[in-house]
């Protein structure tokens, strides 16, 4: 308690340095809109349990976040709050601490989207500012933001700094703990220092506007954050306080940049996009694209996908279409420009649901639609072993990390509930059980012993 | 220092070895003459890479065996070069031609004009006389052996000595020495100077360790590659020394197709009752493979091969070696019964007619092109088992070397690349990928040329710039 006190004082000091280098040249940063921001931000303390080396574990992380609205929904990172948060607490303006329940996030944008107990507001009479969105598109570099945020538990830490770029491209297949991220957004590359714990904290222009949420920076480098812009997080706000998730649609194409390509594939400059990969089994495949092919146009609409800058606007395209719908692609193959009818489906994440047997020392994910793509395996059949606990029956057993049980007993596991009946056997009466294992393609039992 | 150790021990363990001891430098100068030395060159596009083999002679026709490690499993046999024998102790040599390799036992075989090797004695002169069977060293029991000093010592011979420490199957019966007792490929023999085995590579001695499932918490070990500690008994090797290649690729080669072979868990297999015979499991049936035609499935568990019980080995993954030795018994076209078990109740018995093992990548056509720095190859079954596409159709060609900085290399291409399509064309015989490459290196005014690749499950277009 004394160490946090200490804390708490030196993070005010460092505050108030701040914003007298920050102000003393910008006069227009003491507007009103400025300190109302800073009167929405708030520091973030999260649990959550993970499901790994065999049993479930709690671990505690510190982000930050902005608050939007009066009646309480708070803007932060889907790396800072998960559903995988079993408790949250925020910790306002004030100072005063309050909990918090997750609306939903979007690990694709890597936000998620909180709402303070209102209960607890109205009991204990808290009172806290909301901030705004300003418009992230007509930033330009060399513009001057502010992040503001809770780096290294640092809270209300203001830092300053310019946009060095308006659409840096980032995709990170694995970046919000294994879940997808950035592939339907650039984000925002400023150099306003931001550190671990700045997640999920605004960045806003002079008049205290929110034009991103800052989510990431290179570890080791000086000054390169990355955050994602209002454009992106606006409908994203909208989405997750109308459904708790954001629907999108896949069809399995995945673009490349044609760059200098456009004079092999005698296409126009600036005109379609490389068809770089098609997922096996996806609706591009079963529609008859094939990697080679160049996509011109969506439903008539043309694309252009020249440089890695212009892909994800042309991924998101694609993904907010509705799910179910036929899409009309054009497609130069050769000297040949058909039409082709793709049926999207819903977007799915590679990351299936996790569950730990502490009695076995086993933890496990669900295989997912794309995890199976990605694998090669005929079906979802299967959970994947994220881990095992030296000495507990599926370590004895021989089970490891990345093994994929197919059939518990002579049950071929469909579902996450197929194993967990087959514990709740195991715990009611405790049995030698026979489960079936693939490893690299190959298959081989193994025997949970009590 | 030697024979003070002797000494020490004679009262205790060996009765006579006094009198014995004195007999082996004559045994060994004697055996001596049934070593070698093989020197060769194993040339790829940008290098040539000298090797260095010993080898046992096999019989009195200039036969001479190298073990199985002499030759990387990946290098084609027409890279194999310029092979030379040299005499323990000798610097001169003579040449030798490459034969192949036997599938059952390994070896790689090298052929000598017998001629020239006038002096050398095969190894049968040592072996146990009169048709008595071979000795089977006891526990303890010392044995000796020979081993071969370096090209600048001209290969000069040397005795190795130590004691037998176990006798296990893997799947060969084969001793495991305290310490060294001779150089991969070459005899060991007891104290009467009779042939008891021939060692093995020397990775065999960190066999037990390497097999262990979790191999994560063992030391790094260091192998000594130029003496070994464990050789197969002399059993497993006088019946096969006639076993030479009818071709340099080792065909004929028996296929069974199935792909994947998994020990059963000692555990598993007293769950299933099991425990007195070895199984495996299969984990994939291959396409269009005798063992499809003969109605295997995936998840089958082989528990017998022409009616006998698979044995029951330690550790349970030799009998993976096991059931791979059997089949390599067999040639193409021979009836193979094989037994197994289904689902949890169900046992069948499958005759398989095996086939022919489809063309291997140390069998398929290569070719270099230097100016775009690159070595394509056919695109073979075993390339379409790895990637999991469909094996009917064999279409592509493989990178099979990419020349580090070259243009091939700038763009991105990696070895082992599916090449699919050359300038938005398909591929489709290796024939017509080395017809378009060729007229793209000749074509002095060609500036790039455009490749549809595909590496694991993923694709990529590569542009190489030739200007």
Same mark, same amino acid.
């Given at each position: 308690?004394?160490?946090?006190?200490?804390?708490?004082?030196?993070?005010?000091?460092?505050?108030?340095?701040?914003?007298?280098?920050?102000?003393?040249?910008?006069?227009?940063?003491?507007?009103?809109?400025?300190?109302?921001?800073?009167?929405?931000?708030?520091?973030?303390?999260?649990?959550?349990?993970?499901?790994?080396?065999?049993?479930?574990?709690?671990?505690?992380?510190?982000?930050?976040?902005?608050?939007?609205?009066?009646?309480?929904?708070?803007?932060?990172?889907?790396?800072? =709050?998960?559903?995988?948060?079993?408790?949250?607490?925020?910790?306002?303006?004030?100072?005063?601490?309050?909990?918090?329940?997750?609306?939903?996030?979007?690990?694709?944008?890597?936000?998620?989207?909180?709402?303070?107990?209102?209960?607890?507001?109205?009991?204990?009479?808290?009172?806290?500012?909301?901030?705004?969105?300003?418009?992230?598109?007509?930033?330009?570099?060399?513009?001057?933001?502010?992040?503001?945020?809770?780096?290294?538990?640092?809270?209300?830490?203001?830092?300053?700094?310019?946009?060095?770029?308006?659409?840096?491209?980032?995709?990170?297949?694995?970046?919000?703990?294994?879940?997808?991220?950035?592939?339907?957004?650039?984000?925002?590359?400023?150099?306003?220092?931001?550190?671990?714990?700045?997640?999920?904290?605004?960045?806003?222009?002079?008049?205290?506007?929110?034009?991103?949420?800052?989510?990431?920076?290179? =570890?080791?480098?000086?000054?390169?954050?990355?955050?994602?812009?209002?454009?992106?997080?606006?409908?994203?706000?909208?989405?997750?306080?109308?459904?708790?998730?954001?629907?999108?649609?896949?069809?399995?194409?995945?673009?490349?940049?044609?760059?200098?390509?456009?004079?092999?594939?005698?296409?126009?400059?600036?005109?379609?996009?490389?068809?770089?990969?098609?997922?096996?089994?996806?609706?591009?495949?079963?529609?008859?694209?094939?990697?080679?092919?160049?996509?011109?146009?969506?439903?008539?609409?043309?694309?252009?996908?020249?440089?890695?800058?212009?892909?994800?606007?042309?991924?998101?395209?694609?993904?907010?279409?509705?799910?179910?719908?036929?899409?009309?692609?054009?497609?130069?193959?050769?000297?040949?420009?058909?039409?082709?009818?793709?049926?999207?489906?819903?977007?799915?994440?590679?990351?299936?649901?996790?569950?730990?047997?502490?009695?076995?020392?086993?933890?496990?994910?669900?295989?997912?639609?794309?995890?199976?793509?990605?694998?090669?395996?005929?079906?979802?059949?299967?959970?994947?072993?994220?881990?095992?606990?030296?000495?507990?029956? =599926?370590?004895?057993?021989?089970?490891?990390?990345?093994?994929?049980?197919?059939?518990?007993?002579?049950?071929?596991?469909?579902?996450?509930?197929?194993?967990?009946?087959?514990?709740?056997?195991?715990?009611?009466?405790?049995?030698?059980?026979?489960?079936?294992?693939?490893?690299?393609?190959?298959?081989?039992?193994?025997?949970?012993?009590? | 220092?030697?024979?003070?150790?002797?000494?020490?021990?004679?009262?205790?363990?060996?009765?006579?070895?006094?009198?014995?001891?004195?007999?082996?430098?004559?045994?060994?100068?004697?055996?001596?003459?049934?070593? $070698?030395?093989?020197?060769?060159?194993?040339?790829?596009?940008?290098?040539?890479?000298?090797?260095?083999?010993?080898?046992?002679?096999?019989?009195?026709?200039? /036969?001479?065996?190298?073990?199985?490690?002499?030759?990387?499993?990946?290098?084609?046999?027409?890279?194999?070069?310029?092979?030379?024998?040299?005499?323990?102790?000798?610097?001169?040599?003579?040449?030798?031609?490459?034969?192949?390799?036997?599938?059952?036992?390994?070896?790689?075989?090298?052929?000598?004009?017998?001629?020239?090797?006038?002096?050398? $004695?095969?190894?049968?002169?040592?072996?146990?006389?009169?048709?008595?069977?071979?000795?089977?060293?006891?526990?303890?029991?010392?044995?000796?052996?020979?081993?071969?000093?370096?090209?600048?010592?001209?290969?000069?011979?040397?005795?190795?000595?130590?004691?037998?420490?176990?006798?296990?199957?893997?799947?060969?019966?084969?001793?495991?020495?305290?310490?060294?007792?001779?150089?991969?490929?070459?005899?060991?023999?007891?104290?009467?100077?009779?042939?008891?085995?021939?060692?093995?590579?020397?990775?065999?001695?960190?066999?037990?360790? *390497?097999?262990?499932?979790?191999?994560?918490?063992?030391?790094?070990?260091?192998?000594?590659?130029?003496?070994?500690?464990?050789?197969?008994?002399?059993?497993?090797?006088?019946?096969?020394?006639?076993?030479?290649?009818?071709?340099?690729?080792?065909?004929?080669?028996?296929?069974?197709?199935?792909?994947?072979?998994?020990?059963?868990?000692?555990?598993?297999?007293? *769950?299933?009752?099991?425990?007195?015979?070895?199984?495996?499991?299969?984990?994939?049936?291959?396409?269009?493979?005798?063992?499809?035609?003969?109605?295997?499935?995936?998840?089958?568990?082989?528990?017998?091969?022409?009616?006998?019980?698979?044995?029951?080995?330690?550790?349970?993954?030799?009998?993976?070696?096991?059931?791979?030795?059997?089949?390599?018994?067999?040639?193409?076209?021979?009836?193979?019964?094989?037994?197994?078990?289904?689902?949890?109740?169900?046992?069948?018995?499958?005759?398989? /007619?095996?086939?022919?093992?489809?063309?291997?990548?140390?069998?398929?056509?290569?070719?270099?092109?230097?100016?775009?720095?690159?070595?394509?190859?056919? *695109? $073979?079954?075993?390339?379409?088992?790895?990637?999991?596409?469909? /094996?009917?159709?064999?279409?592509?060609?493989?990178?099979?070397?990419?020349?580090?900085?070259?243009?091939?290399?700038?763009?991105?291409?990696?070895?082992?690349?599916?090449?699919?399509?050359?300038?938005?064309?398909?591929?489709?015989?290796?024939?017509?990928?080395?017809?378009?490459?060729?007229?793209?290196?000749?074509?002095?005014?060609?500036?790039?040329?455009?490749?549809?690749?595909?590496?694991?499950?993923?694709?990529?277009?590569?542009?190489?710039?030739?200007?």
């Amino acid at each position: 308690m004394k160490s946090a006190t200490v804390k708490l004082s030196s993070s005010r000091s460092i505050f108030a340095l701040a914003l007298v280098c920050a102000l003393a040249p910008a006069h227009a940063a003491v507007s009103r809109g400025f300190s109302q921001l800073l009167d929405a931000v708030v520091r973030i303390d999260v649990r959550e349990v993970t499901f790994e080396e065999g049993g479930k574990h709690f671990s505690a992380g510190i982000g930050s976040g902005v608050i939007l609205t009066a009646d309480g929904l708070v803007l932060t990172n889907a790396h800072v =709050a998960s559903p995988r948060a079993v408790e949250i607490n925020i910790t306002l303006a004030s100072l005063e601490v309050v909990g918090a329940k997750l609306v939903g996030w979007d690990h694709w944008t890597d936000l998620a989207l909180l709402r303070l107990d209102r209960d607890e507001i109205r009991r204990r009479g808290l009172k806290f500012a909301h901030a705004e969105f300003g418009n992230s598109d007509k930033l330009f570099a060399g513009e001057t933001v502010y992040a503001v945020g809770t780096p290294y538990g640092l809270t209300r830490t203001v830092t300053r700094g310019i946009i060095s770029n308006t659409s840096r491209p980032f995709e990170d297949p694995h970046g919000i703990d294994g879940y997808e991220t950035g592939s339907f957004n650039t984000w925002l590359q400023t150099d306003a220092a931001i550190n671990p714990g700045n997640s999920g904290g605004p960045l806003v222009t002079e008049d205290g506007k929110i034009v991103g949420i800052n989510s990431r920076g290179y =570890a080791g480098a000086d000054n390169l954050g990355f955050a994602i812009p209002a454009s992106t997080a606006q409908p994203v706000v909208a989405g997750l306080v109308h459904d708790g998730s954001i629907t999108r649609s896949y069809i399995g194409l995945v673009p490349g940049a044609l760059r200098d390509l456009s004079s092999f594939y005698s296409v126009a400059l600036n005109v379609g996009v490389l068809v770089n990969s098609v997922d096996p089994g996806s609706p591009a495949a079963k529609a008859g694209l094939r990697v080679g092919d160049v996509l011109l146009a969506i439903n008539g609409q043309k694309v252009d996908g020249r440089f890695p800058e212009q892909l994800p606007p042309i991924q998101n395209l694609i993904a907010s279409q509705p799910v179910g719908a036929a899409l009309r692609l054009t497609i130069k193959r050769g000297n040949d420009t058909h039409d082709y009818s793709v049926m999207t489906e819903k977007l799915e994440s590679r990351i299936g649901e996790e569950w730990a047997f502490e009695k076995w020392g086993l933890s496990v994910r669900k295989i997912s639609r794309s995890d199976a793509r990605e694998r090669q395996l005929p079906d979802e059949t299967g959970v994947l072993v994220i881990g095992v606990q030296p000495g507990f029956p =599926a370590d004895v057993a021989g089970l490891s990390r990345d093994d994929i049980i197919m059939k518990i007993g002579q049950q071929p596991v469909n579902s996450l509930e197929t194993i967990k009946a087959a514990y709740a056997a195991y715990e009611a009466k405790p049995e030698p059980m026979l489960l079936e294992a693939l490893r690299f393609r190959r298959v081989s039992l193994y025997i949970l012993k009590p | 220092m030697k024979s003070c150790r002797l000494l020490l021990f004679a009262p205790v363990l060996l009765s006579g070895a006094l009198v014995r001891a004195a007999e082996i430098p004559a045994l060994w100068a004697e055996r001596v003459k049934a070593v $070698v030395a093989v020197e060769f060159y194993v040339e790829s596009e940008s290098e040539r890479r000298p090797a260095l083999s010993y080898g046992t002679l096999a019989d009195d026709k200039g /036969t001479i065996i190298l073990p199985a490690a002499a030759v990387d499993p990946r290098v084609a046999p027409d890279q194999l070069k310029d092979f030379k024998i040299h005499r323990a102790g000798e610097a001169a040599s003579i040449p030798g031609t490459y034969l192949g390799e036997d599938n059952l036992t390994g070896w790689h075989f090298v052929h000598a004009d017998p001629k020239l090797l006038s002096g050398l $004695v095969p190894i049968t002169a040592f072996a146990a006389k009169d048709g008595a069977p071979s000795p089977v060293p006891a526990l303890a029991e010392e044995v000796w052996g020979i081993g071969l000093r370096n090209k600048d010592e001209d290969f000069m011979p040397y005795i190795l000595m130590s004691r037998i420490g176990l006798i296990q199957s893997l799947p060969q019966r084969s001793a495991i020495a305290l310490h060294e007792v001779a150089a991969p490929g070459l005899p060991v023999f007891n104290r009467d100077g009779v042939l008891v085995g021939l060692a093995t590579s020397s990775f065999g001695q960190s066999y037990l360790q *390497f097999s262990r499932p979790d191999r994560g918490a063992s030391p790094v070990i260091l192998v000594n590659v130029e003496e070994s500690s464990v050789f197969p008994l002399a059993e497993e090797v006088l019946p096969y020394l006639g076993r030479i290649p009818k071709s340099v690729t080792g065909r004929p080669l028996a296929w069974l197709g199935a792909y994947g072979l998994e020990p059963l868990d000692p555990d598993v297999a007293q *769950f299933m009752k099991l425990d007195s015979q070895g199984a495996v499991v299969i984990s994939e049936v291959l396409e269009g493979s005798p063992a499809e035609k003969a109605g295997l499935k995936d998840r089958d568990i082989i528990v017998a091969l022409d009616g006998r019980p698979l044995p029951r080995l330690k550790p349970s993954s030799v009998v993976v070696g096991y059931v791979d030795r059997e089949l390599a018994r067999k040639l193409p076209g021979d009836q193979f019964g094989v037994t197994v078990l289904r689902g949890s109740s169900e046992r069948i018995d499958a005759k398989v /007619t095996l086939g022919d093992e489809p063309k291997l990548i140390r069998e398929t056509s290569r070719k270099y092109f230097d100016r775009l720095g690159l070595t394509v190859r056919e *695109f $073979v079954y075993g390339d379409a088992v790895a990637l999991r596409v469909k /094996t009917g159709e064999l279409t592509g060609v493989v990178a099979h070397f990419v020349k580090p900085n070259s243009p091939a290399a700038v763009a991105g291409l990696h070895a082992d690349d599916w090449i699919r399509e050359i300038d938005g064309v398909e591929v489709k015989t290796f024939d017509q990928a080395v017809g378009r490459l060729a007229a793209i290196e000749a074509d002095r005014d060609r500036t790039d040329f455009v490749l549809l690749v595909g590496r694991g499950g993923e694709t990529a277009v590569l542009r190489v710039k030739l200007k």
